[in-house]
């Protein structure tokens, strides 16, 4: 899909899609509050694929808490979970590496042996360290089969073979473990039939994702005592034999991530409220207030709302190593920020993708290793990006298309779902002015 959107200030309220790291693990709540018999609550596996009553954090009213369109990584949550609590031995995970580092640990707790299925191009490799966690604990795993065959007309190969049951007792992690791991084991915990303790050796690269599922776990009934050792580094005490119970209502946490686009697009001479934010959320986006406010915009945060209003913008300097979900929006109010701005430690190619694009879009932007350094302008020119597949190059386009003094032109826009479904939809919501070619 290529798009072309007409430069425009964005202004109104929107309301906050709902967080993926709540709504993945909102979803494997419920699932196994109904596998143990105790959901009094919604049921999880609705026949469309949502999960039913749920709502985003501070809605004023019931609804869906899921997204209209849900993410290639949602989906196959969702679609793993059936199958998991109703006893299936095999687990389709799709493209999405997320599912199968979540699921793995809950498998491991509910079942004897499971056969984790995907696309035959998945990238598993990069979570062979974490077999290794769980064969202490009494399991094992053995790899795939290599043969490519079809199932439902799609492609698939088995990735893994997971085999013996989970045992309680003390684990221990590095802290560079992914993230999605750790949330797994620690709702994987409460189900085995003694007490367990989780430990990490140094503090977590991303820590919000475990909290969130601690949060939730709390929310569904399980007793988890979080504490922090003498170094600052998190630990956990889970009694066994807990089950889950399912809440009357279900509340989704809205994303700062996502909403911090719109709100730089605030301050990019518009004025947007985002509702349905958390105040005090463990996400490390929620920062973006702090930045914006630091670059000169009016800032405002209500009860469950956000607001940012257009200022002259000033450059700052900032390291991005915490909150990479902010740099393609983040860059672009740099691009347009009066004097020198910088950003720094992150990602190369995301940063090589974000340069590209607002320098075809008339930015003066220099990346040196793993920062990006600006000399801002406070009107871009306009052009044309192909984001060559990486979404935050859309994200940084779309964001500057409110900057520009000729229409912008994004081929291959449609990326941007694998990040943010509906987000053109949202765009327009907003006042954005787009034509599909």
């Known amino acids: 899909m290529d798009i072309i959107l007409t430069p425009t200030k964005l202004k109104g309220s929107i309301d906050a899609r709902p967080w993926s790291v709540s709504s993945h693990l909102h979803s494997a709540a419920q699932h196994l509050a109904k596998a143990a018999g105790a959901s009094a609550g919604p049921d999880a596996s609705a026949a469309d694929g949502r999960t039913a009553g749920m709502r985003s954090e501070t809605a004023p009213t019931p609804g869906a808490s899921l997204p209209e369109s849900l993410s290639e990584d949602l989906e196959a949550t969702l679609r793993c979970l059936r199958a998991l609590t109703g006893g299936e031995p095999m687990l389709d995970c799709g493209k999405s590496v997320l599912t199968l580092t979540l699921l793995y640990p809950i498998a491991a707790a509910l079942r004897e042996k499971v056969a984790f299925v995907g696309d035959p191009e998945i990238n598993w490799e990069s979570i062979l360290p974490l077999f290794d966690v769980l064969r202490q604990h009494g399991t094992d795993h053995s790899r795939g089969s290599l043969k490519i065959r079809r199932r439902n007309r799609k492609r698939i190969r088995e990735i893994c073979i997971l085999s013996g049951r989970l045992k309680y007792g003390h684990f221990s992690l590095t802290g560079k473990e992914d993230p999605w791991f750790t949330a797994g084991l620690l709702m994987a915990l409460p189900l085995l039939e003694g007490n367990s303790s989780l430990r990490t050796t140094t503090m977590p690269q991303i820590n919000e994702i475990p909290i969130m599922a601690v949060d939730i776990l709390h929310q569904y009934g399980i007793a988890v005592r979080s504490t922090v050792d003498d170094y600052g580094y998190p630990s956990y005490e889970i009694a066994g034999s807990q089950s889950l119970h399912a809440p009357e209502n ?188």
């Open 250 to 437: 279900v509340r989704v946490e809205g994303d700062w991530g996502q909403a911090a686009f719109w709100l730089c697009c605030g301050a990019l001479g518009g004025n947007v409220t985002v509702r349905g934010l958390r105040a005090d959320s463990p996400q490390v986006s929620r920062q973006i207030l702090d930045k914006l406010h630091t670059m000169g915009a009016g800032t405002g945060l209500g009860e469950g709302s956000a607001n940012v209003t257009a200022a002259r913008l000033t450059g700052c300097n900032i390291n991005a190593g915490r909150i990479p979900d902010l740099v393609p929006i983040l860059a672009v109010a740099m691009a347009s920020a009066s004097g020198a701005s910088m950003l720094t430690d992150m990602n190369r190619p995301d940063l090589e993708s974000i340069q590209r694009a607002l320098i075809l879009l008339g930015g003066d932007v220099l990346l040196e290793e793993d920062k990006l350094d600006f000399r801002g302008k406070p009107v871009l020119t306009g052009g044309e990006v192909d984001p060559l597949g990486n979404p935050a190059a859309v994200l940084t386009a779309a964001g500057a298309s409110c900057i520009c003094a000729e229409p912008v032109l994004i081929r291959n826009a449609g990326i941007i779902n694998k990040y943010y479904p509906d987000f053109f939809r949202d765009f327009t919501a907003l006042g954005g002015r787009i034509r599909v070619l």
